[in-house]
Each structure stands twice: as structure tokens, then as C-alpha cells.
């Protein structure tokens, strides 16, 4: 008997070796250890009468049992076993804009006071199901090894019912004392590749999405 009391004290121990225990915890378990290993040693050292062996017992059984609860106890809520286990982390899949660029233009408009401009024409076609009604969002104009020409704001308050298309027209002033401003008037539109760039769209229920680049 003492001999399986000496096997489940050895592996309440070895648990508690394994993990990290706070302070209280330990003092607990040397309180429980110590007084019962000392009650098994008086046990095997001595020879109680009967009566007395059978509560010697019972009360070193009452000791491992709380020792044994314990150590499940902190065994459950060890670091090692509330740890999450680790996952490769994953990234949301991008939304797909449901705003397209069909087409576009442009031409230089020569104003009052020798300021020129960019007339650009945006057509725009809402691919959705859902009507937009704010869009956060530029066109970047490249030439045809990436480098930027000009880049441009989306008229925000632009209504676009599902499966229709608008055009989005506005005036841009040319910074003459700039020379990557003026680069633009002097090429071809075959030379320039526009880039649409959405982050954000509201739609007619105000929902909104934002939209992956």
C-alpha cells in the first residue's frame, strides 16, 4: 500500500516539476508533501497498532488525493495548456473593387490669365449589385515604364446605379513651374496607362467596403 502511495506522490511531482507554479501554489504543495511523506516514513519506521494504522492511512490518503487534485488544477491551467497553439496567421482575402475604368480622355483647356488644365473624362461602370453613391478613390497616370505622370482625386459624390456607367469630368490645373505637371500635355494617350486606385465605397444602404489595392 505505502508503496502506491510512494508511486502517486512521485507523479504529482514530476507534474509540478514540469510547470511553472506561482508562489502560494508551491508553499501548498510543500505543505501537503512534507507532512504526508513524514506520516509515510512514521508509518514504515514504526509499528502502530491497528486502529492506529488505519487512520494514519486514511489521513495519507485524504493528503494525496488533495495533492493530486491540486496538481490536475494546475496542470489545466498552465501555461503550457492555455497557450493557443499557434497558427500561420492569415490575411482576409481582398475585396474586389466593383468599380471599373472603361475608358478615359484628356486635353489640355487653356483658361483666363495663362492658366492651362487638364480636362480629363472618366468613364466609370459600377459592376455591383448595389447602387454607389460615394466613392474614395484616384487615377494614377503612368507612362509605360511605371513612372508616375499625374495622379488625380474620383469626384466623390458620383451615383452609379448597378450596371451603368458614368462619366466623371473635371479640370485640373498644369503647375507650369513643375515639370512632371506639364509632361503629360505633350504625350500621347497611348504612351499613358491609368491606374485606378479605390479604398473606400459607400453604397445606397450606407454600407461600406473597403476595398483591397
Known sequence: MLSRFSRRYQHCLL??????????????LIFLTIPSHLAAQQIQESAPQPAELAARVTELETRVKVLEELVAKLTS??????????TETQTA???????????????????DFGQS????NLTLRNTGTKRIKLIE???????????????????PDIVIAPG????????YPINPFIADATRMAAMKKEDIKP???????????????????
Request: charged content about 20%; cysteine-free.
Open 15 to 28: 507534474k509540478v516539476f514540469r510547470m511553472n507554479v506561482t508562489l502560494t501554489h508551491l508553499v501548498m
Open 77 to 86: 491551467n498552465s501555461p503550457e495548456k492555455s497557450r493557443p497553439k499557434s
Open 93 to 111: 482575402p481582398a475585396i474586389d473593387s466593383p468599380l471599373v475604368l472603361d475608358d478615359w480622355s484628356y486635353s489640355v483647356v487653356h483658361g
Open 117 to 120: 488644365y487638364y480636362a480629363i
Open 137 to 155: 478613390g484616384s487615377v494614377i497616370f503612368n507612362d509605360l515604364l511605371d513612372t508616375k505622370v499625374l495622379a488625380i482625386k474620383i469626384t
Open 164 to 171: 451603368t456607367s458614368v462619366i466623371n469630368s473635371d479640370n
Open 195 to 213: 491606374k485606378m486606385v479605390i479604398s473606400r465605397i459607400v453604397f445606397d444602404d450606407n454600407s461600406v467596403i473597403k476595398v483591397g489595392r
